[in-house]
């Protein structure tokens, strides 16, 4: 069949009349007709275009910590567009906005002395951290260490990486090749022993970094194994292999602590980070560095390298003014420490429900993140449709699972009504 063939095949009387807008990781026909389209926001509430307000007990894509349309971050943004809307932060330029952050964010790090690398979000992030990570061996005189080892249920971001190193199979097939980059495998994501087996199967001489999410978010809100992430970093060590922690879920206070680096007491050599950097607010993401990796890039020589890389809007300065800001609301309200409180909430409230519902089989929660998984009478969609009706958003992931991660702002009240509507779509759901 001819390319010209393949498209006469397509039956254009049955393709949909459709927005111009191609929605992200979307089943179209499953789509069309049925969009929510937000067009406004309080807090941790969200209004619809035909009125239905909603409790946003996601915080969107896991990104409104600090809740919606906060004045203090529009004011934040409006006032750095004014001044300036940003500065590129190649070669000699800069802005003052991207270094200040640049200070605070290596204030926060995990990792001591850390450098900070900006760009536009989470895949962006883990892009820079891959090559970051063989760039590093290369400079280092050890061209073979490439692979990049992922964990399975592992989502890092669509970009090429991003998809290459993903342990949710549908995210990396369909491309021609099983992964874009072909230097990639994936482990275990709790077996120690597994990830033990599969570096010394590839050889660590091939193996440059391993990149995991403290707490899985789109692979089902995973948390750690006990002892799984101090295991991943010994054996990290022992093998010579830099360790990434992708933070974009975990980074700025999801965890009850800045980072999960810190609550789970972890060292990485990198850290990917986006959405709480900004509560979502602009687009932002970047990476932390340490020291090992960075200094090569700062002697004081003629022959020392350049990390190739860089975007026009890395350091863009209007992100950086609500990054800031958002960080002052962050340590302002207390909202780190209260995610601690919440957690507690949260985990007693999912506790109970598994207790009433025998059609609820898990429910794991780590900082004010949780995950309920439903037996297989249930269907997760459905049942998120469902609570979408009774008024609050929660979201299908992998495994049969409901994700429950609203904004940092929300009252003990709102955790408890959140939990009992999501009872009532299941029990609704169940009863059909
Ligand atoms: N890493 C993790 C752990 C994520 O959860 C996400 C987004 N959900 C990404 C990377 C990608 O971030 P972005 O969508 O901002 O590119």
Redesign the pocket.
């Given at each position: 069949m001819t390319l010209t063939d393949a498209h006469a095949a397509t039956d254009a009387a049955r393709v949909l009349d459709a927005p111009a807008l191609w929605s992200a990781q979307a089943h179209m026909p499953s789509v069309v007709g049925r969009q929510l389209v937000i067009d406004r926001a309080e807090g941790s509430y969200v209004f619809t275009t035909d009125g239905q307000r909603l409790f946003d007990g996601t915080a969107g894509?896991?990104h409104a910590n600090v809740g919606h349309a906060h004045p203090e971050l529009a004011r934040a943004a409006f006032e750095q567009m004014q001044r300036l809307e940003t500065y590129h932060v190649f070669a000699r330029y800069s802005n003052d906005k991207a270094l200040e952050l640049g200070e605070r964010l290596a204030a926060l790090s995990p990792i001591e002395r850390a450098k900070v690398i900006l760009n536009?979000?989470?895949?962006?992030?883990?892009d820079v951290a891959c090559k970051l990570a063989r760039r590093h061996w290369q400079q280092q005189g050890r061209p073979t260490k490439q692979v990049i080892l992922s964990r399975e249920h592992?989502?890092?971001?669509?970009?090429a990486y991003?998809t290459s190193i993903a342990g949710l199979p549908f995210n990396r097939e369909g491309y021609g090749t099983e992964s874009l980059v072909p230097e990639t495998a994936r482990v275990s994501f709790d077996d120690l022993a597994q990830v033990e087996e599969t570096i010394e199967r590839i050889g660590a001489d091939r193996i440059a970094a391993i990149v995991a999410?403290p707490v899985?978010?789109?692979g089902g809100v995973n948390p750690p194994a006990p002892g799984y992430l101090e295991g991943l970093q010994r054996l990290a060590r022992d093998h010579d292999i830099l360790l990434v922690l992708?933070?974009?879920?975990?980074g700025f206070g999801r965890t009850g602590e800045m980072f999960a680096a810190q609550r789970y007491g972890i060292e990485p050599d990198l850290v990917?980070f986006?959405?709480g950097v900004t509560s979502g607010y602009a687009?932002l993401?970047g990476v932390l560095v340490a020291p090992r990796l960075w200094e090569p890039f700062y002697v004081d020589a003629p022959e020392t390298p350049v990390f190739r890389h860089g975007a026009t809007y890395a350091g863009h300065a209007t992100a950086a003014a609500v990054a800031l800001a958002n960080l002052d609301i962050l340590e302002r309200d207390g909202l780190v420490p209260r995610v601690r409180e919440l957690e507690e909430v949260l985990r007693r409230e999912l506790d109970a429900l598994r207790e009433r519902q025998e059609a609820v089989v898990d429910v794991r929660v780590a900082g004010f993140l949780g995950g309920i998984s439903l037996d297989e009478r249930l269907v997760n969609e459905r049942v998120a449709d469902r609570a979408v009706d009774l008024g609050v958003i929660t979201r299908p992931l992998r495994g049969n699972t409901l994700q429950l991660s609203p904004p940092f702002i929300v009252s003990d009240r709102e955790v408890v009504d959140y939990v009992a509507a999501i009872e009532q779509a299941i029990v609704e759901e169940a009863g059909r």
């Open positions: 894509l896991w536009s979000g989470g895949s962006d992030a883990i592992a989502y890092h971001g669509l970009h991003g999410e899985q978010g789109t992708d933070e974009v879920i975990t990917t986006a959405k687009p993401g």
